[in-house]
């Protein structure tokens, strides 16, 4: 009978170590990609941004925390645009993010496809952008008779501060060291940000004219995210 319980409970030390997940609570970030605006032009010209982020890693598959963009969002064409119109924003964003994994749902261990794409995961937050036009087409080349007419002024702002909304989603790949916790995390995230303002353009026609309504902007980057700090065992 001894050795019986003896068994049992080596068993289900067993299983505890194998269903630990050991990993650092904090983290800092480095991402780069390419923005691009969908807003009142007609043409998408992808732009160069990089993210600086610091997290607090609440599980190894959740995590909450803060990231700086700074980069450019362009669009437009001043020579083939229906409008002419054109403008580049060399934008500064902060914003406060959370993301979940789907590792954090689901039983990886018991599936070779659920174990590897764990680190699938969605988020959002909220967030501030400063845009500020380092280029924008402001009034209408054309002659009288083009409508709008020649020397029409595009209203709208070349410094603004708005409000947005960002959307994460994207998969993140682990390196573990020699202590089997997470050190390194490589990801791949796209960022779609939902724009509480007509700023972001530059433009901000009526509806009726060249408004073809919100401003989005999305980003599609890749970047590594560095773990230290306190230890967890999940």
């Given at each position: 009978?001894?050795?019986f ?13 194998s ?14 990609g ?18 600086l ?27 083939n ?19 979940v ?18 680190g ?17 087409v ?7 008779s ?5 020397g ?24 573990v ?58």
């Amino acid at each position: 009978m001894k050795k019986f319980f003896l068994f049992i409970i080596g068993c289900f030390v067993c299983s505890l170590v194998s269903a630990q997940y050991n990993y650092y609570k904090l983290s800092v970030g480095l991402n780069t990609g390419v923005t691009q605006a969908l807003a009142d032009v007609q043409k998408i010209v992808p732009k160069p941004t990089l993210i600086l982020s610091g997290d607090y890693h609440i599980t190894p598959f959740a995590l909450a925390g803060i990231e700086i963009q700074k980069g450019n969002i362009s669009g437009g064409d001043p020579k083939n645009d229906p409008h002419l119109r054109y403008f580049n924003n060399s934008y500064l964003a902060v914003m406060l993010n959370g993301r979940v994994q789907l590792g954090q749902f689901v039983d990886f261990e018991s599936s070779n496809l659920l174990y590897a794409v764990r680190g699938f995961y969605v988020g959002a937050g909220v967030g501030i952008i400063n845009n500020k036009m380092a280029e924008v087409v402001r009034y209408k080349p054309g002659t009288l008779s083009d409508y709008p007419p020649l020397g029409y002024k595009f209203p709208g702002v070349d410094k603004a501060i708005n409000l947005l909304i960002p959307i994460n989603t994207g998969i993140s790949f682990n390196v573990v060291d020699k202590w089997r916790f997470t050190k390194f995390i490589f990801s791949f995230n796209y960022q779609s940000n939902v724009m509480l303002g007509e700023d972001v353009d530059g433009y901000n026609d009526p509806k009726s004219r060249f408004n073809n309504g919100r401003d989005y902007w999305g980003v599609a980057s890749i970047g590594v995210r560095y773990c230290f700090g306190p230890e967890g065992l999940y």
